[in-house]
């Protein structure tokens, strides 16, 4: 099994910053790739970012590029999401994500392991 634990969400204003942690404990020598996903109130869950294992490769959703960007600490066995230029509509709660098989995770259903999620919230 592996667990997931997200922090780092919170309140920011219309234009501000946020970096997301999600670290990774148990068996994460199984894991091929992990994910960010979000999820607004009334909206289904939507894939954000991407990234493999080894961190060499990642992959965004196109109205991601340019504002936010996945990373990966090997040695903490950490994922970011550093989100800049925030706006209302990047309110949501966000979810790391984990799979055994893909390394670039770009779809919610059938992901091995998932966080509990951490909600950011931008004013305007």
């Known amino acids: 099994q592996v667990q997931l634990v997200e922090s780092g969400g919170g309140l920011v204003q219309a234009g501000g910053s946020l970096r997301l942690s999600c670290v990774a404990s148990g068996r994460t020598f199984s894991i091929a790739g992990m994910a960010w996903f979000r999820q607004a109130p009334g909206k289904e869950r939507e894939f954000v970012a991407a990234i493999t294992w080894s961190g060499d490769t990642t992959y965004y959703t196109d109205s991601m590029k340019g504002r936010f960007t996945i990373s990966r600490n090997n040695a903490k066995n950490t994922v970011y999401l550093q989100m800049n230029s925030l706006q209302p509509e990047d309110t949501a709660v966000y979810y790391c994500?984990?799979?055994?098989?893909?390394?670039?995770?770009?779809?919610?259903?059938?992901?091995?392991?998932w966080g509990q999620g951490t909600q950011v919230t931008v004013s305007s």
């Open positions: 994500a984990a799979d055994e098989t893909r390394a670039i995770l770009t779809r919610a259903d059938g992901c091995d392991y």
